[in-house]
């Protein structure tokens, strides 16, 4: 098992949680994904994959959703 976790701007509700956690859960092999919203700010995502999963695939699925993965203070 691997657990991975990412900072995402832009979240403000539940609905926004909704959303990553849909698109980053369907990414292959992914089996859990647990959100820390901090609504207007920047929310901790958590993922649990059977293995790593890249870095390329989460921004895509972030983005997918209408969020961006922050890193170092810049957007992914």
Known sequence: MST???RVAGM??????????EEVGEIEGVSGVDVDLVAGGTSTVTI????PVSDEAIAAAVAEAGYAVVRDDNLL
């Open 4 to 6: 991975q976790t990412v």
């Open 12 to 21: 403000t509700c539940h609905h926004c949680v909704m959303s990553v956690s």
């Open 48 to 51: 649990t994959a059977e293995n």
